[in-house]
């Protein structure tokens, strides 16, 4: 049964960065789309990014793009989500979850983690 980590989550000022992680056990990551979602207090999960299995493209939500990453690392079962220039509306909870397809899609996400959480202030 496949099970995703997610950790690297923490407290950042403002401009600051951080690197999340979402392992996997029990299965591959590597056939998968596998996308990020952050979810603030009092607000509705919302989609941040996406890595499709087909060429590693990669997707963002507008409001992160240009300044989060996201990459995988097949030996690892891994992906990281790279977050630069963070903001004070970053501020929320992440999580990571496998799409059962190759493509990133808006649904189809079957596998969770448990969240990290992500605080930007001064």
């Known amino acids: 049964q496949l099970m995703l980590v997610e950790s690297g989550g923490g407290w950042v000022q403002p401009g600051g960065s951080l690197r999340l992680s979402c392992a996997a056990s029990g299965g591959s990551l590597a056939n998968s789309a596998v996308g990020w979602f952050r979810q603030a207090p009092g607000k509705e999960r919302e989609f941040v990014s996406c890595i499709s299995y087909v060429a590693d493209t990669a997707h963002f939500a507008h409001s992160v793009k240009g300044r989060f990453g996201i990459s995988r690392d097949n030996a690892k079962n891994t992906v990281y989500l790279q977050m630069d220039s963070l903001k004070t509306e970053d501020t929320a909870v992440y999580y990571c979850?496998?799409?059962?397809?190759?493509?990133?899609?808006?649904?189809?996400?079957?596998?969770w983690g448990q969240g990290t959480q992500v605080t930007v202030s001064s």
């Open positions: 979850s496998r799409r059962s397809g190759y493509y990133c899609l808006d649904s189809g996400y079957d596998v």
